[in-house]
């Protein structure tokens, strides 16, 4: 069958890329540098997820025929590149830039071998624009005549698989083990390959994929974000996401932020994302966050309110696109400001480092400068102007 170099060795990179390829028959060649988790790939060959359901025992899926190698071996990892069948990514945008030298050495040295096939590389990091952030960054990295578009296929994803933050007590066990959900679809964009699909049973290619990016950032994670916020805002003790929505009210104003959300998504995608499609969807969702075997945490969740707050992000992202369309957001909104007064804490009763800062650095300058400073919100744009407004009610 080949074999497939996944970029990045976390949580989707392994529970979900990896699993996916491996168990269609592909061997993974998983590329991160984290050296610990390379050498037990390394000696295992080989790792364990525990699916987690309501009322059912775990179900433990073996992954197997998988190895890894050092991300910091550049050589390595351009050898791998050059003769894989697919690439694929999930390592997060920060750590991104430094993947492009050694896959950009990969595409060279590919480029040179005679009757060469193009290579089609699946950028599963759950970022806006990923194939035009992807070919900025790869284009310069090679040497002039070998044109990107004609030897690379950049292949935009839409993951909403959830893999919580693992208990340390878990971990010391069995550092390569996993947790979660049973949710598997891998929607991708179906225009943009290159060569042939690959052949995973679970794939679902789409034409639209930018209306699949936006599903998954103002519906899931949106509605994912806004269980955590409203959820501390309630109660600030409360640990898990499935807790979140017993309590009173949350659930509604979750569903309102979601459906506001939908709404705006149907009139900016009308042929790709039907009001009723997306109804369905935020139930489905709302199930899956209702996951109390999973155990995903509001800390989680809730995290990094610097990301989670910029403008083109879940949140404040929502509200554009919402003003845009002149529908209402009320309740998105309601979100931001709930967002603001997150503070939930890791295992140990840590803020997020970067969640420490935003308290230290943005939270004296109110409101109004978190939405000027952080969330990139001009009062000289009609639209901005319009959002700026709601939150401030």
Same mark, same amino acid.
């Given at each position: 069958?080949?074999?497939?170099?996944?970029?990045?060795?976390?949580?989707?990179?392994?529970?979900?890329?990896?699993?996916?390829? @491996?168990?269609?028959?592909?061997?993974?060649?998983?590329?991160?540098?984290?050296l610990?988790?390379?050498? #037990?790939?390394?000696?295992?060959?080989?790792?364990?997820?525990?699916?987690?359901?309501?009322?059912? $025992?775990?179900?433990?899926?073996?992954?197997?025929?998988?190895?890894?190698?050092?991300?910091?071996?550049?050589? *390595?990892?351009? !050898? #791998?590149?050059?003769? @894989? $069948?697919?690439?694929?990514?999930?390592?997060?945008?920060?750590?991104?830039?430094?993947?492009?030298?050694?896959?950009?050495?990969?595409?060279?040295?590919?480029?040179?071998?005679?009757?060469?096939?193009?290579?089609?590389?699946?950028?599963?990091?759950?970022?806006?624009?990923?194939?035009?952030?992807?070919?900025?960054?790869? @284009?310069?990295?090679?040497p002039?005549?070998?044109?990107?578009?004609?030897?690379?296929?950049?292949?935009?994803?839409?993951?909403?698989?959830?893999?919580?933050?693992?208990?340390?007590? $878990?971990?010391?066990?069995d550092?390569?083990?996993?947790?979660?959900?049973?949710?598997?679809?891998?929607?991708?964009?179906?225009l943009?390959?290159? &060569?042939?699909?690959?052949?995973?049973?679970?794939l679902?290619?789409?034409?639209?994929?930018? #209306?699949?990016?936006? !599903?998954?950032?103002?519906?899931?994670?949106?509605?994912?974000?806004?269980?955590?916020?409203?959820?501390?805002?309630?109660?600030?003790h409360? @640990?898990?996401?499935?807790?979140?929505?017993?309590?009173?009210?949350?659930?509604?104003?979750? !569903?309102?932020?979601?459906?506001?959300?939908?709404?705006?998504?149907?009139?900016?995608?009308?042929?790709?994302?039907?009001?009723? *499609?997306?109804?369905?969807? +935020?139930?489905?969702?709302?199930?899956?966050?209702?996951?109390?075997?999973?155990?995903?945490?509001?800390?989680?969740?809730?995290?990094?309110?610097?990301?989670?707050?910029?403008?083109?992000?879940?949140?404040?992202?929502?509200?554009?696109?919402?003003?845009?369309?002149?529908?209402?957001?009320?309740? +998105?909104? *309601?979100t931001?400001? #709930?967002?603001?007064h997150?503070?939930?804490? $890791?295992?140990? &009763?840590?803020?997020?480092?970067?969640?420490?800062?935003?308290?230290?650095?943005?939270?004296?300058?109110?409101?109004?400068? +978190?939405?000027?400073?952080?969330?990139?919100?001009?009062?000289?744009?009609?639209?901005?102007?319009?959002?700026?407004?709601?939150?401030?009610?």
């Amino acid at each position: 069958m080949g074999y497939v170099v996944q970029f990045g060795a976390g949580k989707i990179g392994r529970s979900f890329i990896g699993q996916l390829f @491996a168990q269609s028959g592909y061997e993974v060649v998983f590329v991160d540098v984290e050296l610990s988790i390379v050498r #037990a790939l390394n000696e295992h060959k080989g790792y364990n997820i525990a699916i987690k359901r309501n009322d059912h $025992d775990d179900e433990i899926i073996a992954v197997r025929n998988v190895r890894a190698i050092d991300g910091a071996d550049t050589e *390595a990892v351009a !050898r #791998a590149v050059a003769d @894989a $069948d697919y690439i694929a990514t999930s390592v997060g945008l920060g750590a991104l830039p430094s993947i492009f030298p050694a896959l950009a050495a990969g595409i060279v040295r590919r480029a040179s071998a005679p009757r060469h096939r193009p290579l089609d590389i699946i950028i599963a990091e759950n970022i806006r624009d990923g194939a035009r952030f992807f070919a900025a960054s790869l @284009a310069p990295l090679l040497p002039p005549g070998l044109s990107l578009s004609n030897e690379v296929g950049l292949v935009e994803t839409s993951i909403g698989k959830m893999v919580p933050l693992m208990p340390k007590q $878990d971990l010391s066990r069995d550092p390569l083990l996993l947790y979660a959900e049973e949710y598997n679809e891998l929607i991708v964009d179906a225009l943009a390959f290159k &060569g042939p699909l690959p052949s995973i049973p679970s794939l679902r290619p789409v034409g639209n994929i930018r #209306a699949y990016v936006d !599903r998954k950032l103002f519906v899931h994670n949106l509605g994912h974000a806004a269980t955590a916020y409203f959820g501390f805002l309630e109660s600030p003790h409360t @640990a898990f996401i499935w807790q979140a929505l017993t309590l009173p009210g949350v659930l509604d104003r979750v !569903r309102a932020s979601m459906r506001e959300s939908a709404a705006a998504l149907a009139l900016e995608y009308p042929r790709d994302l039907s009001q009723d *499609a997306l109804e369905a969807h +935020i139930e489905d969702l709302l199930r899956r966050f209702s996951n109390r075997a999973l155990g995903d945490t509001l800390y989680r969740v809730g995290r990094d309110l610097y990301r989670k707050l910029a403008r083109d992000d879940r949140l404040i992202g929502a509200a554009l696109l919402a003003a845009r369309h002149d529908a209402p957001f009320d309740h +998105i909104a *309601a979100t931001v400001r #709930a967002a603001i007064h997150f503070r939930g804490t $890791d295992e140990e &009763g840590h803020l997020f480092p970067n969640d420490a800062a935003f308290v230290a650095t943005e939270v004296p300058k109110g409101l109004e400068g +978190i939405l000027r400073d952080v969330c990139g919100l001009r009062a000289s744009d009609p639209i901005d102007r319009k959002v700026i407004a709601q939150i401030l009610r």
